[in-house]
Every structure is written in structure tokens, then in C-alpha cells.
């Protein structure tokens, strides 16, 4: 829950969010749209604990998110970002980031890339699960580096997840394939996105349109 909330960086006097009220039920499927600058993205910040707002407050099951409370609740959000980092390592030691080499579940990692519709590219790989992708992924394509992301957002079945233009390296039969595997996903995962495309957020419970720092428009998809 948002309450009142504005944000200025440090050292600008001109707020990127205005006075915001704004309440996302557990569950809920959010898109978040605007024009570049229209301050989407520090909104998705707050809302990740990556910010603190200048005034009012965040609160998270009625709990205010602060310094002291900020790095906790971090720690129930996973974030696919429009640019996935991957290392030189195997397609399955970036889809499992974090773990060693020997605690990877494999079944999990291939269950993961089936819901982010990664697995059959991968099989199709000489090397499959073990294939090297190079310096950051220089032998993916960009839409195989986000389905890896995604399938890596999956595999660690955190509370919230956050999508900032996370598809938009796919064609519209793999986008429309993928959002609807991350739809079908556990009913009590929250799921935040911002889309470039209006289409990819057609089946959101609630989608808000920030314009000039300021909810301009919240609805549904039929009526924003």
C-alpha cells in the first residue's frame, strides 16, 4: 500500500512521483504503462524496496517499509529487468544463479524453462542444459536471454515478481505464450510489469497508467 507518496532524487528539486495513493491486493496480476520520463519505473523501484520514498509510505501487510526493513523485504521480490545479466557459465547454472554447480536441481531448472517457454531452444542446443552462453550471453539471442531470465525469475518462486519490460525481445506468438504461463503461475504470486506493448497486459487484474508522475488512469485493460 502507497500512501501519499512522492519521490524526488537527491539533490533535484522536481518530484518523478507526486502524492501517489495506491493499494495491490496479494494475488493480483498489475501492469504499470507510461511514457518514457513519466516515472514508471522509480514507481517499480519503491515498490521493490530499491527506494524509499521522499514523503509518505509503503506499507507491506501493514507493516512500513524503511532503512531498517528494507533489505528484508528485498529478500520476497524477484525482478527480470529489460537487460538480463547472465555469466559465462552453463544455460543451467544461469537459470539456477546463486547455487553451486552441484546443488542444481535439474528437474526444477527444466521446469522453470518450460513455464518461460525456454525449454525446447535449449534442448535444441548441442549441449542442452550444459551449453556454455558466453561473455553475457553473446551466443543467445536477445529473446533467449530474456526467457532465461525469466525462467530464472521462475525457478525462485519468490512472493512478488517484477517485470520491467521483460518480453520485449520476443516475437507476439512467444510474448502471448510466455505472459500466459507467468498468468497461470501460483495464484498467491504477486505480478508486477511494465510493458511496452498495452497487449501484453490484456489479461491484468489492474493496470495503471502514470503520466507526469501521477496515476493518471487505473482499471482494467478494457478500460484504461
Same mark, same amino acid.
Given at each position: 500500500?502507497l ?6 532524487y ?5 518530484s518523478i ?15 504499470i ?8 519505473s522509480?514507481?517499480m523501484?519503491?515498490?521493490m ?16 517499509i ?8 528485498r ?16 544455460? #543451467?547454472?544461469?537459470?539456477? +544463479?546463486?547455487? /553451486?554447480? @552441484? ?6 531448472v527444466? $521446469?522453470s524453462?518450460? %513455464? #518461460?517457454?525456454?525449454?525446447? +531452444?535449449?534442448? /535444441?542446443? @548441442? ?7 558466453? $561473455?553475457?550471453?553473446? %551466443? ?14 521462475i525457478?525462485?518462486?519468490s512472493n ?15 510474448e ?6 507467468l ?9 508486477i ?7 501484453t ?20 485493460y478494457?478500460?484504461v
Open positions: 500500500k500512501s501519499n507518496v512522492s519521490y524526488a537527491p539533490g533535484s528539486d522536481q512521483l507526486s502524492n501517489l495513493d495506491l493499494e495491490i491486493a496479494s494475488g493480483s496480476r498489475v501492469g504503462i507510461g511514457v518514457t520520463g513519466s516515472g514508471k522509480t514507481l523501484d519503491i515498490l524496496g530499491l527506494l524509499i520514498p521522499t514523503s509518505g509510505s509503503m506499507e507491506v501487510d501493514g507493516l512500513k524503511d532503512e531498517s526493513n528494507q533489505a528484508a523485504w529478500k520476497n521480490v524477484v525482478h527480470v529487468p529489460q537487460t538480463i545479466f547472465l555469466c559465462d557459465a552453463t544455460i #543451467a547454472e544461469n537459470i539456477a +544463479f546463486g547455487e /553451486s554447480k @552441484e546443488e542444481i536441481d535439474i528437474e526444477m527444466k $521446469e524453462s518450460k %513455464k #518461460a517457454h525456454a525449454h525446447n +531452444f535449449i534442448n /535444441s542446443m @548441442e549441449h542442452g542444459y550444459d551449453t556454455l552462453v558466453g $561473455e553475457r550471453g553473446s %551466443k543467445l539471442s536477445g529473446g533467449q536471454r530474456q526467457r532465461i531470465g525469466i525462467a530464472r525469475a525457478l525462485k518462486k512478488v515478481l517484477f517485470l520491467d519490460e521483460a518480453t520485449n525481445a520476443l516475437d507476439d506468438e512467444t502471448s505464450k510466455v505472459m500466459k504461463s498468468y497461470e503461475l501460483d495464484p498467491s504470486m504477486t505480478l510489469m511494465v510493458a511496452h506493448r498495452k497487449t497486459l490484456r489479461h491484468c487484474s489492474m493496470i495503471i497508467e502514470i503520466k507526469d508522475g501521477k496515476i493518471y488512469k487505473m482499471g482494467s478494457k478500460d
